[in-house]
């Protein structure tokens, strides 16, 4: 039969200069500015976050959330187990499950990295992300293919067919896969 549109609400959290409103906007609109201002506050689809818990609570009904860090900076990385602790307090699925929940290492194109590669294997592992994807905004790296990787685990958590990320191994996802067809950013 025909298919049905659906709308889902994503979470996009981390601390201030992240990137994550770049990310919203290099998904939505295929652009990048190096020049935002500080965000706080949401949108209809997705809810953008600065440092603040009240980011979560007017997004109650997600059905996913991202955290981001930038590699460059340890505290953003550590204050990841916040947000992640946060959002699991605050948010879960109709069936009482965590929402599926995304870890981006982002700014992965600067150097020096901050953490390694296995501290955010481990930390994504032990946090119970769905698993975490190095990204680049800037140079639009990975962003549509971990957008999709989040979107296939919305999936199959609002279908109930037993697949559900809840569980997340919070492995490393590798996206030198190519996209299937049909695939592309809004």
């Given amino acids: 039969m025909g298919q049905r549109d659906r709308m889902f609400k ?3 959290v981390g601390d201030a200069t992240v990137g994550k409103t770049s990310l919203v906007q290099r998904y939505a609109n295929d652009s990048f ?3 935002y201002k500080s965000t706080v506050g949401g949108g209809s689809v997705v809810g ?3 440092g603040s818990a009240a980011a979560l609570g007017h997004c ?3 059905s996913a959330c991202v955290i981001m860090f930038d590699v460059t900076n340890v505290s953003t990385f550590s204050n990841s187990q916040k947000w992640k602790q946060d959002l699991d307090s605050k948010l879960v699925l109709p069936d009482g499950s965590p929402v599926p929940c995304l870890l981006l290492a982002n700014k992965c194109d600067l150097s020096p990295w901050a953490v390694t590669r296995e501290e955010v294997d481990r930390f994504s592992k032990e946090n119970g992300f769905s698993g975490w994807v190095e990204t680049s905004v800037k140079e639009n790296k990975n962003i ?3 957008m999709r990787v989040l979107i296939e685990k919305m999936m199959s958590s609002s279908t109930g067919d037993g697949s559900s990320s809840s569980a997340g191994s919070g492995d490393y996802i590798n996206i030198k896969e190519t996209s299937p067809p049909g ?3 809004c």
Avoid: K, Q, T, Y
């Fill in 144 to 146: 549509n293919e971990s």
């Fill in 60 to 62: 109650r009904d997600a």
């Fill in 48 to 50: 953008v976050g600065d």
């Fill in 183 to 185: 695939w592309a950013c």
């Fill in 10 to 12: 994503v979470l996009v």
């Fill in 33 to 35: 500015n190096r020049h």
